[in-house]
C-alpha cells in the first residue's frame, strides 16, 4: 500500500504536472486564522504553533488508525495517497523550468527577466543575479517536490510527510526557497489573501511578495525553521548522492565533503551539488556565499539543460531507492 501511493505521488510531480487539485491550503489559513484570532492570547505563540502543526497531524493519525483497514485496506490507501499528494512540493516544477529556458530561446534578456519574475519572483536586471537566484530556486524545488516528503512518508508515515509540507507553508523562508508565485501557480492563494486578515497584509514585506499566501508572525515561521532544518538534514544529503550518482559523482563528493556536517542551509547546498554538476571541479570548492556567474544566456541555457536531464535520472533513481527502503522495512 505505501508503494503504491509512493507511485501515484511521483506520478504526479513527475508527469501530471504536480497535484493542486489536492493541495488547498486556505484550509490551512482558516485553521491558522482561528487559532490565532481564539487562543494566541491565551496561549501565546508557543501553544499556537504547537496547535496549528501537531493536531492535524494527529487527527490523520487517529483517522488512519480508525478507518485505515475498512475495505481490505482500499479506505487507508486513498487517505495515504491524498495527504501525501497534498504534502507534495506546490506549483508544476517542469513546465516551471522549461518556460524559463523557453524564454532564453531568442536571447532576449528582458524576456528571460519576465520570465523569471513571472516562474520564480526573481526580479532584476542583471543576468548573472537573475539567473543565480532562479538556479537556487530550481535547485531546492526538485528536492522538495517529491523526495523530502516521501522520504518522511516513509520513515514516519502520512503524519510525517504532513507535517513536513505544513512546517513549509508557515515558514517564510521556506516559502521563499520554494519560489511560489500565487499568481502563476496557486490561484486559491489570491482568494485567500484577499479574505486574510487586514493586519496581516500590513505586515507584508518586499522579499516575500506574492510568494506566501498569508503571513506569520516571525516567532511561528522561527520555530517552523528549526523544524525543517531537523527534517531535512538527512533526505537533503540523500538526494544530494543520488543527484550526484546521476551526474558528476567526483565533484558531488567534493561538495559534502566540505560542507556534509556544517550549518550551510539546504537551498545553498543543493545549489552547489547543481554547479557540481555541471562545472565539475570548479564549483566543487566554493564556498558557500560564492557561485559562478553566467554572463550570456547561451551559458545559462546549457546550465539548465544538464540540471533538467540530471534531475530526471535521479527522480528515476529516487524511486527505485525508495522502492527498496519500502520493502526492506
Known amino acids: 500500500?505505501?508503494?503504491?501511493?509512493?507511485?501515484?505521488?511521483?506520478?504526479?510531480?513527475?508527469?501530471?504536472?504536480?497535484?493542486?487539485?489536492?493541495?488547498?491550503?486556505?484550509?490551512?489559513?482558516?485553521?491558522?486564522?482561528?487559532l490565532d484570532n481564539e487562543y494566541r492570547n491565551r496561549v501565546g505563540?508557543?501553544?499556537?504553533?504547537?496547535?496549528?502543526?501537531?493536531?492535524?497531524?494527529?487527527?490523520?493519525?487517529?483517522?488512519l488508525y480508525i478507518f485505515g483497514g475498512w475495505?481490505?485496506?482500499?479506505?487507508?490507501?486513498?487517505?495515504?495517497?491524498?495527504?501525501?499528494?497534498?504534502?507534495?512540493?506546490?506549483?508544476?516544477?517542469?513546465?516551471?523550468?522549461?518556460?524559463?529556458?523557453?524564454?532564453?530561446?531568442?536571447?532576449?534578456?528582458?524576456?528571460?527577466?519576465?520570465?523569471?519574475?513571472?516562474?520564480?519572483?526573481?526580479?532584476?536586471?542583471?543576468?548573472?543575479?537573475?539567473?543565480?537566484?532562479?538556479?537556487?530556486?530550481?535547485?531546492?524545488?526538485?528536492?522538495?517536490?517529491?523526495?523530502?516528503?516521501?522520504?518522511?512518508?516513509?520513515?514516519?508515515?502520512?503524519?510525517?510527510?504532513?507535517?513536513?509540507?505544513?512546517c513549509h507553508i508557515v515558514s517564510a523562508g521556506s516559502v521563499e526557497a520554494e519560489g511560489e508565485s500565487a499568481t502563476a501557480q496557486n490561484g486559491t492563494d489570491e482568494n485567500a489573501l484577499n479574505d486574510s486578515d487586514s493586519n496581516d497584509r500590513d505586515s507584508e514585506n518586499n522579499a516575500d511578495d506574492g510568494l506566501s499566501p498569508y503571513r506569520y508572525c516571525s516567532s511561528y515561521a522561527n520555530d517552523t525553521n528549526?523544524?525543517?532544518?531537523?527534517?531535512d538534514w538527512v533526505p537533503s544529503r540523500l538526494w544530494a548522492l543520488i543527484v550526484g550518482l546521476c551526474?558528476?559523482?567526483?565533484?558531488?563528493?567534493?561538495?559534502?565533503?566540505?560542507?556534509?556536517?556544517?550549518?550551510?542551509?539546504?537551498?545553498?547546498?543543493?545549489?552547489?551539488v547543481n554547479l557540481a554538476i555541471v562545472y565539475g571541479d570548479k564549483a566543487a570548492s566554493l564556498n558557500d556565499d560564492?557561485?559562478?556567474?553566467?554572463?550570456?544566456?547561451?551559458?545559462a541555457k546549457n546550465e539548465l539543460d544538464i540540471i533538467e536531464k540530471v534531475d530526471g535520472r535521479a527522480m528515476i533513481v529516487a524511486m527505485a531507492v525508495i522502492a527498496v527502503l519500502i520493502l526492506l522495512l
Request: some cysteine.
Open 71 to 166: 475495505f481490505f485496506g482500499l479506505v487507508g490507501l486513498v487517505i495515504n495517497v491524498v495527504v501525501l499528494l497534498y504534502a507534495c512540493g506546490r506549483g508544476d516544477y517542469l513546465a516551471q523550468m522549461q518556460a524559463y529556458r523557453y524564454s532564453m530561446t531568442h536571447l532576449d534578456k528582458q524576456a528571460v527577466f519576465d520570465a523569471a519574475d513571472q516562474y520564480y519572483s526573481v526580479k532584476g536586471d542583471e543576468l548573472s543575479s537573475v539567473h543565480n537566484a532562479v538556479r537556487q530556486k530550481i535547485s531546492y524545488q526538485a528536492y522538495d517536490r517529491w523526495f523530502a516528503v516521501a522520504f518522511w512518508f516513509l520513515i514516519l508515515g502520512a503524519p510525517g510527510a504532513l507535517l513536513y509540507r505544513i
Open 247 to 272: 551526474g558528476d559523482f567526483k565533484a558531488v563528493v567534493q561538495v559534502l565533503s566540505v560542507k556534509m556536517f556544517t550549518a550551510t542551509p539546504v537551498v545553498t547546498l543543493l545549489n552547489s
Open 1 to 34: 500500500m505505501l508503494f503504491i501511493a509512493v507511485v501515484l505521488a511521483w506520478l504526479a510531480m513527475q508527469f501530471w504536472g504536480g497535484a493542486a487539485l489536492f493541495q488547498r491550503d486556505e484550509i490551512l489559513m482558516q485553521w491558522h486564522s482561528w
Open 226 to 231: 528549526a523544524i525543517l532544518g531537523f527534517m
Open 45 to 63: 505563540d508557543t501553544g499556537v504553533i504547537i496547535a496549528l502543526l501537531l493536531l492535524p497531524v494527529i487527527a490523520t493519525a487517529l483517522v
Open 290 to 299: 560564492e557561485t559562478i556567474d553566467c554572463h550570456e544566456i547561451s551559458e
